[in-house]
């Protein structure tokens, strides 16, 4: 028999605070979906609640919650209206958890006939474990958690003065408390296996690349306040993006090319540690008539942004993944990034890639993609016709094995991460 999924809502049900989709919402939204449509009589939904009990939810209520979600995501997100649907639906959800003592996750596992697995994406929860491991303990119940990077324990220089600590005390109770690892990446997956996998920590690890959530080029018009030609970065502002580079650039830029030079969209909130970058943006006449901070954009108006670009810019010095350069390649738009390995791993050989330091190739190479008859940007889309977009399909084909095999450990330490081949990969050509 099947094990019963406890697919952990936690992170989507508190992502509606931020109005638009980021990356680790994005995973979890896609695997409720998946899970509503393919294993609807074998899954339950989890959230832990602000006193941190873990609670079944409606299925009901939560599927209707996911399905809001994502229409309002990919929709207008600047809608009131619908956001405040939105939040009545989380305020229903909330007021369920606290108000029905009956329905919590051990009581639900203490009455299943065969094991359970718990499915935690969103890498929550494991700060303060001592609840997942009495779960545990009871014999029922196993647990898959996706493991995104480890970047605040190997790089604690971009993130705030707690997180290589809060980063380490996570993963070292993943690692032991774990029977599936997931991760988007080989380079996550060799990362977690060689800092935390140790003697009797010995997880299964597979490694399952991330399907896209923008994949659809919008019919309408790209609405673009500021004129083309202009490029795209998009990612919260921090030092790990980045942006610091980027602005120095185009500072340059403006003193080369004057009317001439192009637009930058910066797509994305602010975040910690940036105060050299918000001082650029706030106080530099050269930038003013330039660069254009978005902080709420929905699928489809990301989509056709990204579209009318001549190139997404990712210069970061570290990523778990990467979903802007994936995106951006799935839409048929250029990409200039950083030269790392995890961008080489999903970019293949399309993109242009430059050293994250290097700021006088980064200008020069701006400046060949700016022309409409650029030869070096047409190159780049020419190689692009080679290239396949992942999708969420052969993601699943990867994990849903180990997820269904309660009583087999495909994968032990010291053997190699599991990976689904290239030939597995659903082709999803940009048109």
Known sequence: MPPRIYLDLSRLIYAIFTRTPVGVPRVELAYAEY???????????????AIRRFHIVDFKRGAAFVAAISDYW????????????????????????????????????????????YVITSQLHMERPAPIERLKNDGKLRLAYFVHDILPA????????????????????????????IAGSRATATAFQNAFV??????????????????TIPSGPVQVSLSSPYFVMIGTIEPRKNHLLILNVWRTLH????ENAPRLILVGSR?????????????????????????RESDDAMAALVRGARAVLVPSFAEGYGLPLAEALALGTPVLCSDIAVFREVGGEVPEFIDPLDGPNWRQTIIDYVPVASRRRQAQIDRLRDWRAPSWQPHFAAVVPFLNAPDERHER????V??????DVAVAKPQ
């Open 35 to 49: 899970f509503i449509a393919n294993f609807p009589d074998r899954t339950t939904f989890v959230v832990v609640d």
């Open 74 to 117: 990919r929709g207008n997100v600047a809608s009131n209206r619908r956001y405040l649907s939105l939040i009545l639906r989380h305020v229903r959800i909330h007021a369920e958890l606290l108000f029905r003592s009956g329905n919590s996750l051990s009581r639900a596992t203490r009455g299943d006939v065969a094991p359970g697995i």
């Open 154 to 181: 190997v790089l604690p220089e971009y993130f705030p003065r707690d997180a290589k600590e809060r980063c380490v005390r996570r993963m070292q109770a993943a690692a032991r408390l774990s029977d599936i690892i």
């Open 198 to 215: 140790q003697g009797r920590w010995n997880p299964a690890i597979v490694v399952a690349p991330l399907g896209l959530g923008i994949t």
């Open 255 to 258: 003193a080369v090319l004057a």
């Open 271 to 295: 975040g910690w540690e940036n105060e050299n970058v918000i001082d650029m943006l706030e106080r530099s006449p050269a930038l003013a008539t330039l660069v254009e901070e978005r902080g």
């Open 413 to 416: 330490a010291g053997s190699p």
């Open 418 to 423: 599991r990976q689904s081949s290239a030939d």
